[in-house]
């Protein structure tokens, strides 16, 4: 049985960040990972270009039920300090809307320049590795069973992610490590993920496939995000359904200004002074595409001249177009989700190496714990964050 310092499970963002971590800092460190591929959820995300990081991390872009949990590691462990390691690799890079940093070329390079450091720092990487099952001696030394042989650690870290994307070989793997340590589990659900019609809205919404409107959308809590709003055969997705989905619980209505910079009562109401007779219709196709207008609103209503409504379907259009409330079926669930919410409670762990208060030597890095965060390269901050945090202390 061969022994290490350090024995991470799972080769994605958090794992092989921590495992160069702990590699440079002198520790013997084995990888282990099922996926015949180290970091497919980078190689996919961005589109294939990684969105690994974002200029503006703030503590308050995150959800965890206790919203102190991120402060230390974020402050430890910055953007700027991803992206000088990024630069130092040559990794070209640019920047889009809100702080987003992507590759210029592609996601292959982060996972590329991570493997690179866990070379650099003599960690070791093994793919195709089944781990049977994992127990802990009197002596504090874990001993883990896998398709490859038994292993043995000082140290053991759970970087095994969430249950978002199975196709990817996600697996709830993490999670029942931690119950069988003792650890508590909060409730998991997908996040920052697509919302679904239900069947009579589908029939209603589904020719309005591919339509992008800016919007401000706000959650029943009151968090609202304004970004792009995109209509798909299945719902609804786009980035700001994406953000509140987040903060969606099933059964709630979420509202949706389908015209957020601009006024649509005094919009109107100019309109109306200036061409009295113009069709609602053609007015409205001056603001929103036409295909979505005819959706949203009655033929008959659509054909009446500006002069001739009156005060009651004036105000309900500006509601319509303001704060069109909606209820949704449901979400795609983890199939699509680009997180998982919920995992391990980390009101067990320490928020300075997220080392487990009740089984020393037992760490958790990523997104297997209830950390996550908001589109936009903010999970994979906290995967880098979070695997320094360990790593340094593994």
């Given at each position: 049985?061969?022994?290490?310092?350090?024995i991470?499970i799972?080769?994605g963002a958090?794992?092989?960040?921590?495992?160069?971590?702990?590699?440079?800092?002198?520790r013997?460190?084995?990888?282990?990972?099922?996926?015949?591929?180290a970091?497919?959820?980078?190689?996919i995300?961005g589109?294939?270009?990684?969105?690994?990081?974002?200029?503006?991390?703030?503590?308050?872009?995150?959800?965890?039920?206790?919203?102190?949990?991120?402060?230390?590691?974020?402050?430890?462990?910055?953007?700027?300090?991803?992206?000088?390691?990024?630069?130092?690799?040559?990794?070209?890079?640019?920047?889009?809307?809100?702080?987003?940093?992507?590759?210029?070329?592609?996601a292959?390079e982060?996972v590329?320049?991570?493997?690179?450091?866990c070379e650099?720092?003599?960690?070791?990487?093994q793919?195709?590795?089944?781990?049977?099952d994992?127990?802990?001696?009197?002596s504090?030394?874990?001993?883990i069973?896998?398709?490859?042989?038994q292993?043995?650690?000082?140290?053991?870290?759970?970087?095994?992610?969430?249950?978002?994307?199975?196709?990817?070989?996600?697996?709830?793997?993490g999670?029942k490590?931690?119950?069988?340590?003792?650890?508590?589990?909060?409730p998991?659900?997908?996040?920052l993920?697509?919302f679904?019609?239900?069947?009579?809205?589908?029939?209603?919404?589904?020719?309005?496939?591919?339509i992008?409107?800016?919007?401000?959308?706000?959650?029943?809590?009151?968090?609202?995000?304004?970004?792009a709003l995109?209509?798909t055969?299945?719902?609804?997705?786009?980035?700001?359904?994406?953000q509140?989905?987040?903060?969606w619980r099933?059964g709630?209505?979420?509202?949706i200004?389908?015209?957020?910079?601009?006024?649509?009562?005094?919009s109107?109401?100019h309109?109306?002074?200036?061409h009295?007779?113009q069709?609602?219709?053609?007015?409205l196709?001056?603001w929103?595409?036409?295909?979505l207008?005819e959706?949203l609103?009655?033929?008959?209503?659509l054909?009446?001249?500006?002069n001739?409504?009156?005060?009651?379907?004036?105000?309900?259009?500006?509601?319509?177009l303001?704060?069109?409330?909606?209820?949704?079926?449901?979400?795609e669930?983890?199939?699509?989700?680009e997180?998982?919410l919920?995992?391990?409670d980390?009101?067990?762990?320490s928020?300075k190496?997220?080392?487990s208060?009740?089984v020393?030597g037992l760490y958790?890095a990523?997104?297997?714990m209830d950390?996550?965060g908001?589109?936009?390269?903010f999970?994979?901050?906290?995967?880098?964050?979070?695997?320094v945090?360990?790593?340094?202390?593994a």
């Amino acid at each position: 049985m061969k022994h290490h310092n350090v024995i991470i499970i799972g080769a994605g963002a958090a794992g092989l960040m921590c495992a160069a971590t702990a590699g440079y800092r002198g520790r013997d460190v084995l990888v282990l990972d099922h996926a015949k591929q180290a970091g497919k959820k980078i190689l996919i995300s961005g589109g294939g270009r990684c969105n690994f990081t974002n200029q503006k991390v703030e503590p308050s872009n995150f959800i965890c039920r206790n919203p102190h949990f991120v402060k230390s590691a974020l402050a430890r462990y910055r953007s700027s300090d991803f992206i000088e390691l990024v630069e130092r690799h040559g990794i070209e890079y640019h920047e889009r809307d809100h702080g987003q940093l992507f590759c210029n070329d592609s996601a292959k390079e982060i996972v590329a320049m991570l493997l690179t450091e866990c070379e650099w720092a003599g960690a070791q990487v093994q793919l195709r590795t089944e781990i049977i099952d994992i127990a802990r001696q009197d002596s504090g030394a874990f001993i883990i069973n896998s398709s490859k042989g038994q292993y043995s650690c000082d140290s053991l870290v759970i970087a095994t992610g969430g249950l978002s994307m199975p196709k990817l070989g996600a697996t709830p793997f993490g999670y029942k490590v931690a119950e069988q340590f003792g650890l508590t589990l909060l409730p998991t659900h997908a996040g920052l993920v697509p919302f679904t019609w239900h069947s009579e809205q589908k029939a209603r919404f589904e020719p309005l496939s591919g339509i992008a409107v800016p919007s401000t959308i706000t959650a029943k809590d009151g968090t609202e995000f304004s970004e792009a709003l995109l209509f798909t055969h299945r719902g609804l997705s786009g980035p700001a359904i994406l953000q509140i989905s987040n903060y969606w619980r099933a059964g709630e209505t979420i509202s949706i200004n389908l015209l957020p910079h601009m006024d649509v009562a005094e919009s109107l109401q100019h309109m109306t002074t200036q061409h009295p007779k113009q069709s609602l219709r053609n007015t409205l196709s001056q603001w929103l595409p036409k295909r979505l207008i005819e959706v949203l609103f009655d033929e008959a209503l659509l054909n009446m001249a500006l002069n001739q409504l009156v005060h009651a379907q004036r105000d309900q259009i500006i509601a319509d177009l303001h704060q069109w409330q909606l209820l949704m079926n449901g979400t795609e669930g983890y199939r699509t989700a680009e997180v998982t919410l919920g995992g391990v409670d980390t009101d067990e762990l320490s928020s300075k190496d997220m080392q487990s208060k009740k089984v020393p030597g037992l760490y958790f890095a990523g997104e297997v714990m209830d950390v996550s965060g908001w589109l936009g390269g903010f999970n994979f901050q906290w995967a880098w964050a979070s695997g320094v945090a360990v790593g340094q202390s593994a």
